[in-house]
């Protein structure tokens, strides 16, 4: 089989937008979580969240949207944008820079785009309000092109000029996971020789505050113990925006044209819950089944598995069915797989946290550390035999599990290994 690797990284996140940045608050347990001002008012329910810095997409105007300078891009481009699409085409030039590839390399046959994103609620909100206050044809043409779930794949596609396969991927938590194994599906397959993988979201008050109506955020109004994965005490997760971006290659096309290589993807697998459209499966069934079917696709064992970054939001039934699942699995000798949830330091990605908590596994791959769980007072009972590590550990890990759970029961896991050399 042909293998996968990993040539380049993108990064428009709470805790950094740049990959320096991004490692060092990672290896520090530093969070990106603030008291966010538009929450600040009476009567809203929740009052954090984790928005990106140095960007400023208040705007329902996109000319009038503030971001670093280094990226630029034509003004008919950054008009049909929503905040996510702004943060994704920054992000993939980022790791496109990062991974050394030139236009030619991006704009051919063999070169895919996988997106995930559950679309712009606000974008689409504001359109439709417009073109029933004003009618159909004063509205901006690019209202719905901006707003609707496809919308990274239309932008990327264009601004990047991509020849190669595209496609959108939906499956709520675990869209950037799918795009991300299909994507690595499509290499291994001999479809492409490399894909961009994208995952983003806006992360402002329309997209977070729907919820808390489903009582499935926290309450809290201490950023640093908002979200808190695995502690008995939690009560909710802290939702985030932004993007990641993640170029894989063929090993032997990337290694000849000397790329840097961070890790390679072992592979993935995928499950279903058949449970509820939001409640995960009370013993984690179907995150248990991802796991064994990735473990299965590349040939692991479960012995030889050193970290696993836990999907775990934040929340009740979240956290208890995923570390059932973990026990199933693992077993309960308290020498199994370290584990984590990054999502205390970053809060919830939603569809873009499986490419956003796959990136930080990366990272700690090629630089050597694992990081912790942080936020953790006192840990839940439901995970004692299970090796919930709550400091960074200054060694790097082989063989990582990176898990994503959606609403319905949609399960991934992505298997990586660092890179020899």
């Known amino acids: 089989m042909r293998k996968v690797v990993v040539t380049g990284l993108g990064f428009i996140t709470c805790i950094g937008n740049d990959q320096a940045t991004v490692s060092e608050n990672l290896r520090e347990l530093r969070h990106g979580i603030e008291l966010y001002p538009p929450f600040?008012?009476?009567?809203?329910?929740?009052?954090?969240?984790?928005?990106?810095?140095?960007?400023?997409?208040?705007?329902?105007?996109?000319?009038?949207?503030?971001?670093?300078?280094?990226?630029?891009?034509?003004?008919?481009?950054?008009?049909?944008?929503?905040p996510q699409g702004l943060y994704?085409?920054?992000?993939?030039?980022?790791?496109?820079?990062?991974?050394?590839?030139?236009?030619?390399?991006v704009s051919n046959l063999q070169t895919g785009l996988h997106t995930?994103?559950?679309?712009?609620?606000?974008?689409?909100?504001?359109?439709?309000?417009?073109?029933?206050?004003?009618?159909?044809?004063?509205?901006?043409?690019?209202?719905m092109v901006s707003s609707i779930a496809g919308t990274l794949n239309f932008s990327l596609?264009?601004?990047?000029?991509?020849?190669?396969?595209?496609?959108?991927?939906?499956?709520?938590?675990?869209?950037?996971?799918?795009?991300?194994?299909?994507?690595?599906?499509?290499?291994?397959?001999?479809?492409?020789?490399?894909?961009?993988?994208?995952?983003?979201?806006?992360?402002?008050?329309?997209?977070?505050?729907?919820?808390?109506?489903?009582?499935?955020?926290?309450?809290?109004?201490?950023?640093?113990?908002?979200?808190?994965?695995?502690?008995?005490?939690?009560?909710g997760f802290v939702v985030t925006g932004g993007s990641v971006a993640v170029i894989l290659e063929e090993e032997g096309i990337a290694r000849k044209r000397g790329a840097r290589i961070y890790s390679e993807l072992l592979g993935w697998g995928q499950a279903s819950d058949g449970h509820h459209v939001v409640i995960p499966h009370p013993e984690g069934a179907g995150v248990e089944a991802?796991?064994?079917?990735?473990?299965?696709?590349?040939?692991v064992s479960t012995e030889a598995v050193d970290y696993v970054n836990a999907h775990a939001p934040s929340t009740w039934h979240g956290d208890l069915a995923e570390a059932i699942a973990l026990k199933n699995v693992f077993g309960v000798n308290n020498n199994g797989p370290a584990i984590s949830s990054t999502k205390a330091l970053t809060g919830h990605g939603l569809s873009f946290g499986s490419i956003l908590e796959a990136s930080l596994c990366i990272i700690a791959i090629n630089e050597g550390f694992t990081p912790g769980s942080a936020h953790i007072e006192t840990t839940d009972p439901v995970t004692k035999g299970l090796n919930i590590l709550l400091e960074t550990r200054e060694k790097a890990p082989e063989i990582v599990l990176s898990n994503s759970s959606g609403f319905g029961g949609s399960n991934v896991t992505l298997v990586f290994k660092k890179y020899p050399g």
């Open 40 to 82: 600040q008012k009476e009567g809203m329910p929740v009052k954090v969240a984790a928005p990106v810095k140095e960007f400023n997409t208040e705007s329902k105007n996109p000319e009038d949207w503030n971001f670093p300078s280094q990226y630029k891009m034509r003004l008919e481009t950054l008009r049909g944008l929503a």
């Open 290 to 299: 991802a796991m064994h079917n990735a473990l299965k696709a590349v040939g």
């Open 116 to 143: 995930a994103s559950a679309g712009s609620p606000g974008t689409m909100y504001h359109h439709l309000k417009r073109m029933f206050k004003v009618g159909v044809m004063r509205c901006s043409p690019m209202g």
């Open 157 to 235: 596609v264009a601004s990047f000029k991509i020849k190669g396969s595209s496609a959108g991927f939906v499956s709520a938590c675990a869209s950037s996971g799918h795009a991300m194994g299909f994507a690595y599906d499509e290499i291994v397959l001999n479809r492409q020789d490399r894909m961009l993988v994208v995952g983003a979201e806006d992360g402002d008050i329309v997209s977070i505050l729907p919820f808390a109506g489903m009582r499935a955020l926290s309450p809290s109004e201490d950023p640093d113990k908002a979200s808190r994965p695995f502690d008995k005490d939690r009560d």
């Open 88 to 105: 994704a085409y920054c992000a993939l030039t980022q790791a496109v820079e990062d991974a050394g590839l030139s236009e030619e390399e």
